[in-house]
């Protein structure tokens, strides 16, 4: 058993960082990338339900990332969208003591079913609740998003910077799909109808979490906590420069517990106004 978790995840990253990049970008090559715009019917299954769907490409990326992430770090364990669904008791392996890899291997299964480009696959380390690092890659464009606690968020190398919303013009806010939601958490995202706002239902949660840290987008407001959907975004933001706050005005946990909606915005003030709205119409 590892002794030191948090100085292994460190040494781990300064070691095998570009490692788990290659597996995600082979995941995609192998898995994903052959079989988009060439899904078979039988290819494609619905889970809970009609919006809910899983394919060949999900399952066999998700396989092939649970064998490398597990080697490359002894001791580690991995929570994949797949294997939850298959055995939901593996979700609790995000509230123990060993390093979690937190998989999703296509973020905005829908959209890859429908032949779009906008789907990616979502790799986060975390131990505790903590995410160490994440990767986020679009493999369609071929871009790689990747955040490290405390050295920054890089995209394709370049350094990824939030900063604030230009005045003078509406707040762009994802949000969740209102067809998604509980009745109250659809009052809140109703908050966000007003003036200075301008909400839209949100894509792949992945590839929001990257407009918000890259400037493209002010803020998102979800409302439900799986944490492969939001750990790898929520880093990027927060290394950004960004940051990420609940209804109750608490930064989002991973292990749950939250209350919903949450947001994760470009800076301090955005997230504040932005879980104002969602308070005040709840």
């Not at 809140?188 to 839209?200: E, I, M, S």
């Not at 990420?244 to 005005?249: C, D, E, P, Q, V």
Request: net charge negative; aromatic share 6%; hydrophobic share 40%.
């Amino acid at each position: 058993m590892i002794e030191n978790h948090n100085e292994t995840i460190d040494e781990f990253l300064t070691r095998h960082a570009f490692d788990v990049e290659e597996a995600v970008r082979k995941a995609a090559a192998q898995e994903i990338m052959p079989r988009w715009r060439r899904l078979a019917e039988h290819e494609v299954d619905r889970k809970s339900g009609p919006h809910d769907l899983v394919t060949d490409a999900d399952r066999k990326a998700e396989l092939y990332l649970t064998g490398v992430l597990a080697a490359l770090l002894p001791g580690s364990v991995v929570v994949g969208e797949e294997a939850v669904h298959a055995d939901p008791r593996s979700y609790e392996a995000i509230q123990d003591d060993a390093p979690v890899w937190i998989v999703d291997p296509v973020d905005g299964t829908r959209q890859f079913v429908r032949g779009d480009t906008g789907f990616c696959t979502l790799v986060a380390l975390a131990r505790r609740g903590v995410v160490y690092a994440s990767w986020t890659y679009a493999p369609v464009h071929d871009q790689l998003a990747t955040a490290v606690r405390g050295a920054g968020a890089h995209l394709d190398g370049e350094r990824l910077r939030a900063g604030s919303p230009g005045p003078g013009r509406d707040l762009r806010v994802a949000t969740s799909h209102p067809d998604f939601t509980t009745d109250e958490q659809k009052r809140a995202l109703l908050g966000l109808r007003t003036d200075g706002v301008a909400p839209r239902p949100c894509g792949s949660a992945g590839l929001e979490y990257l407009a918000v840290a890259g400037g493209e987008s002010d803020a998102t407001a979800f409302n439900w906590e799986a944490a492969w959907d939001h750990a790898a975004g929520l880093l990027l933001v927060e290394e950004a420069g960004g940051t990420h706050l609940t209804r109750a005005g608490k930064p989002f946990d991973i292990r749950g517990g939250n209350t919903l909606p949450f947001t994760a915005a470009r800076d301090t003030a955005t997230a504040h106004r932005v879980v104002d709205l969602l308070s005040d119409a709840a």
